[in-house]
């Protein structure tokens, strides 16, 4: 087999490098973006196929073999038509050494949040084996080096969906995590699986709340409101069917609305009665709710959200200030939120 030769680096920075297992995952007569092709002789590239140019039979061997060679290139500009077809496959992400850090991160959260609405929409477990294949792609990637999470800070989602939500729930979590240590490489492989999908999957049971009731701006009816308290007993119930053999996924359901001075719902839980999940879970989801937009409150600047949260006595002190601080020292930057209008 020939080695794939590396791109030229002027020739990498605005286009894509793109690998035959990429190129499979196109129609096979029709790519879906312009491809270009690599001439040694005047180091250029040149444009090879047009988007949604039929080729004939012999192009479709040409462009496979200038894909096995290395010098089959896409521009940067079309990574979300690309980024549409990783998706699928997403453990292409961890072969593919010409994906820059921003794009991995970028089709993941494309991919979890695809996944994770397939799964709300059929809550069945074939359907949620896939979305936990593509969780382990990702605990794959993030334990090569923790460090890569920050990156996923910048993929925050300000969209009012039940899955942007539970993805950015995850993001934080896993992020709080990995900082919850003195070190962030402590974090065993086991750990991060098992909180990377019970964080994605804590707020199943909301997906068995009527929609009119999310989307009131007015007060809710106490009989409303018991309809959404019951979504964390309705979500432990959705993840024990999937019976994984592990306790995080039901307990992130569970107990994240649960508070350390027992004020929570729905056992009144107190301290650490509180499995530690459900305590950073807590934190996480209410971190990622105040900085989306929501029907009946604006969306708050990440380091407001960050100080009410370190300043609250019903989240667990070990943890609530992890944001805060790291917000404060710059360690990460998450931005401020799109004003509304
Ligand atoms: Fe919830
Ligand atoms: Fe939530």
């Given amino acids: 087999m020939a080695v794939k030769k590396e791109a030229p680096l002027l020739v990498a920075e605005e286009y894509y490098q793109i690998s035959q297992e990429m190129l499979e995952s196109f129609p096979k007569y029709r790519l879906p973006l312009p491809v270009f092709r690599y001439r040694d002789d005047v180091a250029q590239l040149q444009m090879f196929i047009a988007r949604d140019q039929r080729m004939s039979n012999e192009q479709v061997e040409e462009v496979h073999n200038l894909a096995r060679e290395g010098d089959l290139f896409v521009s940067r500009v079309d990574y979300p038509i690309y980024s549409k077809h990783i998706i699928k496959q997403l453990d292409l992400i961890l072969s593919d050494r010409n994906l820059k850090e921003g794009e991995i991160a970028y089709i993941c959260v494309e991919a979890l949040n695809a996944r994770l609405k397939d799964y709300l929409d059929q809550p069945v477990k074939i359907v949620a084996d896939k979305l936990y294949a593509d969780t382990l792609v990702l605990t794959e990637y993030l334990m090569a080096d923790p460090y890569r999470i ?78 959404i308290t019951q979504h964390a007993l309705m979500g432990a119930k959705m993840v024990q ?46 971190f990622c709710a105040m900085i989306a937009a929501r029907p009946y409150a604006e969306a708050k600047e990440p380091l407001a959200a960050s100080q009410e949260i370190a300043a609250d006595a019903r989240y667990d002190p070990r943890y609530s200030s992890l944001i805060r601080n790291a917000l404060i020292t710059q360690e990460i930057a998450l931005k401020a939120p799109e004003k509304a209008g």
């Fill in 150 to 227: 920050k990156t996923f800070l910048n993929r925050l989602s300000r969209e009012h969906s039940l899955a942007a939500h539970s993805v950015n729930t995850m993001i934080i979590g896993l992020w709080m995590l990995f900082n919850s240590k003195k070190d962030e490489k402590a974090v065993e492989r086991k750990e991060l699986d098992r909180y990377a999908l019970a964080l994605l999957m804590h707020d199943a049971g909301m997906s068995k709340v009527p929609s009119f009731i999310l989307q009131k701006t007015t007060p809710l009816k106490p009989e409303e409101k018991d309809k």
């Fill in 241 to 286: 069917k999937l019976d994984l053999g592990w306790d995080e996924l039901v307990q992130a359901a569970f107990e994240h609305h649960e508070r350390m001075d027992g004020s929570g719902y729905p056992r009144k839980l107190k301290g650490d009665q509180i499995s530690k999940i459900g305590r950073i879970c807590a934190i996480a989801d209410s």
